[in-house]
Nanobody, 121 residues
């Protein structure tokens, strides 16, 4: 079971760090991804990290602003978000990558319940 936390209301240009904890030690051997979804919009890929943390992938919209990392000893994956913009407002979800295109939600399993990020002045 994956549980996200760290979402909040933040001003444009601010920072947040999201966490995703695996409560049952399921994900240690999985690559892990973050997605986001705003009302009325499709779920959008944000970032992916390999099981060992050696490889990372980002959506163009967040590249250079967001950083994904993981601590397997703590069964946790993080998403550091800097220079936040209003268009980053969304519910953010973590999930375990299984197979297929990494930017497609159907390629993932073990979805968390999400944490809300709101960027507004």
């Amino acid at each position: 079971q994956l549980v996200e936390s760290g979402g909040d209301l933040v001003r444009p240009g601010g920072s947040l760090r999201l966490s995703c904890v695996d409560l049952v030690s399921t994900i240690a051997s999985y690559a892990l991804g973050w997605f986001r979804q705003s009302p009325g919009k499709e779920r959008e890929f944000v970032a992916l990290i390999s099981w060992d943390g050696e490889s990372t992938f980002y959506a163009d919209s967040v590249k250079g602003r967001f950083t994904i990392s993981r601590d397997n000893a703590k069964n946790t994956v993080y998403l550091q978000m800097d220079n936040l913009k209003p268009e980053d407002t969304a519910a953010y979800y973590c999930a375990a990558y299984v197979t297929g295109s990494y930017y497609v939600g159907a390629s993932y399993t073990y979805w968390g319940q999400g944490t809300q990020v709101t960027v507004s002045s």
